[in-house]
T-cell receptor, first 117, second 115 residues
């Protein structure tokens, strides 16, 4: 049961560069989510996806782009990184149906710590 | 607007004592409520949830939470705290009308259990 993985775990980049954070899940969950975690703000939803080729904005989408060509992958791209995007990024997934496949519970990846210099 | 509040940034408790981490919510309809725990440099781990039924929900690691509809609260509790319970705890609510599983998170509460 590999679950949900994220790569890289740590990334340092410079202002203006493009960065892509990867997320992969092995449960065939329909729904996937990207959050950022910042001190004092908890977790804020950036984008989510209901299925392959279906994505929608969350609370803080500006400066980010997502795609979902395959159910298991949900990459997050910062097209031109800014210092304000320094954060810890979490990917999560949830499914349809019952048990682990239900939409009742989101399961989280280990996170990517991104620093923009 | 729908929201979740965790009124305490930090809770300190001595090992062996009972602990409570507070959560209140504001949503229309019947909420789905969750608690997650985050250990340092790790992702969030699911602890427990309330969907319907018994107001007292039991979860992982001896934690439980009580749903109180009249007070719109979902406080996390444990009868006897362990040092290893020290972590960041998040309360979350699922938007009832949403079938996407979207969650709204509280700001988080740091639990510090001292030996």
């Amino acid at each position: 049961d590999a679950g949900i993985t994220q790569s890289p775990r740590y990334k340092i980049t410079e202002t203006g560069r493009q960065v892509t954070l990867m997320c992969h899940q092995t449960w065939s969950h329909s729904y996937m989510f990207w959050y950022r975690q910042d001190l004092g703000h908890g977790l804020r939803l950036i984008y989510y996806s209901a299925a392959a080729d279906i994505t929608d904005k969350g609370e803080v989408p500006d400066g980010y782009v997502v795609s979902r060509s395959k159910t298991e992958n949900f990459p997050l791209t910062l097209e031109s990184a800014t210092r304000s995007q320094t954060s810890v990024y979490f990917c999560a997934s949830t499914g349809r149906g019952s048990g682990r496949s239900s939409t009742d519970t989101q399961y989280f990846g280990p996170g990517t710590r991104l620093t923009v210099l | 607007a729908q929201s979740v509040a965790q009124p305490e940034d930090q809770v300190n408790v001595a090992e062996g004592n009972p602990l409570t981490v507070k959560c209140t919510y504001s949503v229309s309809g019947n909420p789905y409520l969750f608690w997650y725990v985050q250990y340092p440099n790790r992702g969030l781990q699911f602890l427990l949830k309330y969907i319907t039924g018994d107001n007292l929900v039991k979860g992982s690691y001896g934690f439980e939470a009580e749903f109180n509809k009249s007070q719109t609260s979902f406080h996390l509790k444990k009868p006897s705290a362990l040092v290893s319970d020290s972590a960041l705890y998040f309360c979350a609510v699922r938007v009832p009308s949403s079938n996407t599983g979207k969650l709204i998170f509280g700001q988080g509460t740091t639990l510090q259990v001292k030996p």
